[in-house]
């Protein structure tokens, strides 16, 4: 009985020690990187250069995120008016 237990903790520690994390922890760090291009312009960065539109893919993010608040303002003012003037009812 307590040969087979050793053995099963043996069998165990020679495995693989791979974890779920291993692959984020490993990587190389970018924060340099990104530091330098969102602290690009100095201190009077502003309205002509926001930081949220720096980066390659910031752009499509920004315009998808507008878009959508666009579409819910759009269908929120059509309740509105409908309430308002009674229209639109299910039946």
Do not use: C
């Not at 779920?20 to 990587?27: E, M, N, R």
């Not at 990104?34 to 980066?55: D, E, F, H, M, S």
């Not at 959508?68 to 309740?79: D, H, P, R, V, Y």
């Amino acid at each position: 009985m307590f040969a087979a237990r050793s053995m099963t903790r043996v069998a165990a520690r020679v495995g693989q020690r791979r974890t779920i994390v291993d692959g984020l922890t490993a990587k190389e760090s970018k924060i340099e990187e990104v530091r330098k291009l969102q602290n690009a312009g100095g201190v009077t960065q502003g309205a002509p250069n926001p930081t949220y539109l720096k980066q390659s893919g910031d752009m499509a993010t920004f315009a998808f995120g507008m878009g959508l608040i666009t579409f819910a303002m759009l269908k929120l003012s059509n309740g509105y008016w409908n309430m308002a003037h009674g229209t639109g009812k299910l039946d």
